[in-house]
Structure formats: C-alpha cells, structure tokens
C-alpha cells in the first residue's frame, strides 16, 4: 500500500507563487495557503486552495512547507516573526523558493533547526512567471540530500529540473551564477534591439533571424519581441527583482574579489531603468535606456 501524499503549504502568492501553487493543485495535492495581501489568494482558493489565517496555522496543517517571498527580510518575518513557522512542531521541511542572500539562508536554517527541528532546503528558481505557469522552471538547491530526496516529488511538478547543489546556501550561490548571465544577457538583448533599429533593421525580426545559432537564447526569444515592440505586459520579470539578486552579487563579489565587470554595466541600465520609474514593469522597459540614448 502506498504512503498517502503529504499535505503542502504554500507561502507567498506572488507573480510565481500563484502560479505554482496552482499546479500543485492540478497535481492532487492537498494544498494550504497564505500571503500577506488577502486579495491574491483568491484565484488559488477558488482552484480549491484551503487558506490559512497566519504562517503559523498553515504550518499545522502539512508537511511540507513552500515559500516565494521577496527578499530575505519577508523571509525572516514569515518563518520568525509573529505566528510564524518557527513555533510550530510538525512539518518535516520547509523549501524556500525566494532569493536571497546565501549567508542569510545558512543563519535562517541554522535557526529554525534549533526551534522546531524542520530542514531547510535554499531553492531558487529560473525560468520567470512562463516557467512557473508551465512547470518548467530550473530550480537549483541547497541542504541535506534526504531532505531533497523527500520534497523531490512534490517539487517535480514545478519544474524540469531540480539539482542539488551541495549544502545549505549553495541553491542560493548558483541562482546567483544564473542572474549574472540572464541579467547580463537580457541587458545586451536591449543594446541588440536598439543597434537593430538604430541601422535600419527590422527588430521585430531578429528572433527568427538568429534562432538556433550562437546568439540565441531563451531571454533572447522572450524579451527581444517585447523590446521591439515597447509592450511590456504581462510581467515576466522585474528590473526591481533582477536589480536586488546583481546588488547582492556585486557584494559578495567585493568579499571574494570576483571581477564583475560585465554585471556592474546591467547594473548601471537597470538603475537608469529603475530611476525612469519602470523598476516594477517587466524588465524588457529597459530598451528605453537605449532608444532614449542620443
């Protein structure tokens, strides 16, 4: 006889936490919620979400506790603060899909360890708002390898892939490696696009043009249309998203003495992009850094 499926939590029902959690849903799982803005659990209540009054009462009810918050301070006050996961005994594991700093998750598992005995796996994910909705996002994790073994089940329903990187932290680590190159890339994808027009080129064009050969990449294919375009909506990413994982990067760089020169640069757009007022549009606005450039 089979073991029965275990009851999953899901935290933070944002631009990629709804979503997942509706494919959770889809799966067969039994399924609680919480945010902290009532208004978005609607869609994933009506789908046949259960909801929760606080992180505390969710976290009574499963086994298995998933997160998507924004940063590492919604993090802590989520699992730390007032009904929050820390005070409650029952869960086996909580899977946190936000980004944050690596240090930070290696000082919350180590805490929350020592309040109720849950596991933490750090696992970050790639793939934005498309990944999410059709469960092919990459997702890169760091802890114990039993702990991931056991979540791996559930989390398969998200994603294409989910790799164990190595301890706590090292999911956080690699999905900064990840911003790097998709925050570089989708920055170069603006400075194309804006070549393209600027030299009499039809923009809109260039995704089939370069499709398949050394330029091409799945940024590539998302926001290049949009840029030439100027349409910007739905989000798929925000620069205020990109922007908080390359700040920590460029801090952990200084510690470590990574050279970063092609980051500072997407960097510096991103900031224009932000200082424009389009911080929390999708990131493919910042081809106005470059359409606007005499």
């Known amino acids: 006889m089979s073991e029965p499926r275990p009851r999953i939590g899901y935290l933070g029902l944002g631009l990629m936490g709804a979503p997942m959690a509706q494919r959770l849903l ?57 009904e929050g996961i820390a005070g409650v005994n029952g869960p086996r594991a909580l899977v946190d899909f936000s980004s944050i700093h690596p240090e930070a998750a290696r000082d919350l598992a180590a805490r929350l360890q020592v309040a109720n005995g849950m596991a933490w796996i750090d696992a970050p994910v790639s793939g934005g708002i498309p990944g999410a909705e059709n469960g092919t996002l990459a997702i890169m994790a760091g802890g114990d390898a039993e702990d991931i073994d056991y979540v791996r089940p559930v989390v398969m329903n998200l994603c294409a892939r989910l790799t164990h990187m190595g301890p706590t932290g090292a999911g956080q680590a690699t999905k900064l490696c990840n911003q790097i190159i998709s925050g570089c890339t ?44 100027k349409e910007f909506e739905p989000p798929y990413g ?42 929390e549009v999708d990131i493919s606005a910042m081809i106005k850094s470059f359409i606007n450039v005499q």
Request: hydrophobic letters at 50%.
């Open 26 to 82: 889809k799966a067969g799982y039994d399924v609680v919620v919480w945010n902290r803005s009532k208004a978005k659990l609607g869609p994933v209540v009506a789908d046949g979400a259960q909801e929760a009054s606080s992180p505390a009462d969710l976290a009574r009810q499963v086994d298995i506790v998933l997160m998507c918050v924004t940063d590492a301070k919604a993090v802590e006050a989520v699992v730390f603060g007032e």
């Open 186 to 229: 989708i920055t170069i994808v603006a400075e194309a696009v804006a070549f393209a027009e600027k030299s009499g080129v039809d923009a809109a064009r260039l995704t089939e043009a370069l499709k398949g050969g050394f330029a091409d990449s799945i940024p590539f294919q998302l926001f290049a249309p949009r840029m030439a375009a």
């Open 238 to 279: 925000t620069v205020l998203t990109m922007l908080k994982d390359l700040d920590t990067v460029a801090a952990i760089g200084d510690e470590v003495g990574a050279r970063l020169p092609m980051t500072s640069n997407a960097i510096a757009v991103m900031r224009e992009t932000e200082a424009r007022g389009d911080a």
